[in-house]
């Protein structure tokens, strides 16, 4: 947080009433001395004098010192970035006594609360007490649901939260919190974009309908890459999901729009075909999955494209995180090579020259560094 600017403002706002010295002295019942030190930033005035200050001044108390008890959006996420470049090179523990000094400061500022439970979402495996971490990220979102009133926000810690709790092996915990029952999509930004339609404001209904479909498609597409792991069992099934999804990711670019789902599809399906003991198969979707790494651009970014040309600036304003991903670089290409090399079920190919020539290859495209102690897979 930035220093007190009180001698400053004191005497900013002094002058700007055209006032003395003497006249504030005389106002608040000090010596003109006392007042001088003030200005002079040689002391503070008596706690009990700043709500008289803050009246003089037609202002409030927070205004008078200084003091911002919240962040900006921009300073949240550029302290995130550098938070996530950090927990990522030093020692976990270090860092996060900077990131606690600094909830302790923004403690009230609830959006910067949501950031620093994704950021420790994302970093937890770093520490040497990841059990403490998932606890901390539970209580930072207990207070946001409990104490903020932006609905959007409290949904986010609500997932942030569930996340922690999955992740710590509490599934009944889980659902009483979320719900245990699949809620009905009511479609409103149909609504929507007809009540923009009868106000004859046609770029809203344009920008609504899309955005929906953009959301949606999303939604679908990551909903069906997540069903491939529990398919397997069924082999025409899966076969047939494979052939549907990467129609669909194929016919929207989907690449483009938020290349970790490409990612995550053909991660997928090469450990379904694992399962089902069917290497070659599984070869031809790790190679896809090679080739996507290869053509990654960092950072890695949610966007639209040609077709879905109206998303971008929706993004960047609803979106907390931004458009990019919320982890550094390099801590990405890490977990993108350690799918391939920790994956049990990828052991069988640690021979095959087609898995070693991709993995080798990766090493080098993504200069990789050996991971540390307590580090996973996101």
């Known amino acids: 947080m930035n220093e007190f600017r009180f001698s400053d403002n004191f005497t900013l706002m002094r002058k700007k009433l055209g006032m003395t010295q003497g ?7 000090v010596s003109s001395a006392a007042v001088s030190k003030w200005e002079r930033g040689l002391s503070y005035p008596d706690l009990s004098l700043l709500p008289k200050l803050a009246s003089l001044f037609d202002t409030t108390i927070d205004k008078l010192l200084g003091y911002e008890p919240h962040l900006t959006t921009a300073t949240i996420m550029e302290l995130y970035q550098t ?7 030093e020692n976990f523990e270090m860092v996060q006594k900077d990131i606690e000094n600094m909830v302790k400061e923004y403690y009230s500022c609830y959006p ?13 495996f770093y520490s040497k007490k990841p059990q403490l971490v998932l606890n901390r990220i539970v209580e930072l979102c207990e207070r946001v649901v409990a104490l903020s009133d932006d609905h959007k926000l409290i ?19 889980l659902l009483k919190r979320v719900g245990y029952d699949i809620p009905i999509q009511f479609g409103v930004e149909k609504l929507i974009a007809r009540a923009y339609a009868m106000l004859s404001d046609i770029n809203k209904v344009k920008e609504t ?16 890459i997540e069903l491939l792991k ?40 090469s450990l379904g075909y694992m399962k089902q003991h069917r290497r070659t198969d599984a070869l031809r979707m790790l190679e896809r999955f090679y080739h996507t790494c290869k053509h990654l651009s960092f950072p890695m ?3 639209g494209d040609d077709y879905f040309y109206i998303v971008d600036n929706w993004i960047e304003q609803n979106i907390h995180s931004g458009p990019y991903a919320p982890r550094n670089e390099q ?20 021979e095959d020259p087609k898995f070693k020539w991709m993995v080798n290859n990766l090493q080098r495209m993504f200069q990789s560094k050996p991971k540390r102690e307590n580090e996973s897979v996101s």
């Open 23 to 29: 006249d504030v002295a005389t106002y608040i019942g």
């Open 83 to 89: 938070f996530s470049k950090r927990l990522s090179e």
């Open 112 to 124: 910067f609360l949501v950031r620093i439970a994704q950021l420790y979402l994302n970093h937890y």
């Open 155 to 173: 949904q986010e810690a609500q997932i942030i939260y569930a996340s922690a709790l999955l992740i710590m092996n509490k599934p009944q915990e």
């Open 209 to 224: 309908l899309q955005i929906s479909a953009f959301q949606h498609l999303l939604s679908m597409v990551s909903s069906e």
């Open 230 to 269: 529990y398919a397997s069992d069924n082999q025409n099934l899966f076969d047939e999901m494979i052939n549907r999804i990467e129609k669909v990711i194929d016919i929207y670019n989907i690449e483009k729009l938020n290349s970790h789902i490409k990612l995550t599809f053909y991660y997928q399906a």
């Open 301 to 303: 970014k949610i966007c």
């Open 331 to 350: 801590a990405i290409k890490d977990d993108l090579l350690n799918m391939l090399q920790k994956e049990p079920l990828f052991v069988p190919l640690h």
